[in-house]
């Protein structure tokens, strides 16, 4: 089984996509826009003038998929309890990433070492760095 993580940007999602890839070099596989849809969206659903915002979105960042879209286009994101863990080679990576993702949003939690950053260098093994999904929106 795959499970992929799917974040609605509510209306900011062309926003996001040029962030993470400028922050993250993720790379568009797939973009849909909601006047692109077979079917057209229920009334209601979307506010009128949202035609050309993002339906479905795939991202490739490094090794994973992230899938997303503008939602419901209320301009409003409101992401809450969401993390992404980026597994990087090194100390020096981590920091540069990490200022990349910070810059012009609010850090929850700076970069700092911690017990689980000196395990995974004591064990050899990729850094890891979490950044709060509500970091940047």
Do not use: W
Request: aromatic share 6%; charged share 20%.
């Amino acid at each position: 089984m795959l499970v992929q993580p799917y974040l609605s940007f509510d209306g900011r999602c062309e926003e996001a996509i040029e962030f993470y890839r400028e922050a993250l070099g993720a790379e568009t596989t797939m973009l849909m826009r909601f006047k692109e849809s077979p079917e057209p969206p229920p009334p209601g659903m979307v506010p009128p003038g949202s035609e050309n915002k993002i339906m479905h979105a795939s991202l490739r960042i490094g090794d994973t998929t992230v899938v997303a879209s503008d939602g419901a286009c209320q301009g409003k994101p409101g992401f809450q309890g969401i993390s992404l863990s980026l597994t990087v080679p090194n100390e020096a990576e981590a920091d540069r990433r990490f200022n990349a993702l910070a810059e012009g949003g609010q850090v929850q939690m700076p970069l700092t070492k911690t017990l689980l950053l000196a395990t995974l260098r004591h064990g050899g093994r990729p850094l890891r760095c979490v950044v709060d999904g509500h970091c940047r929106a």
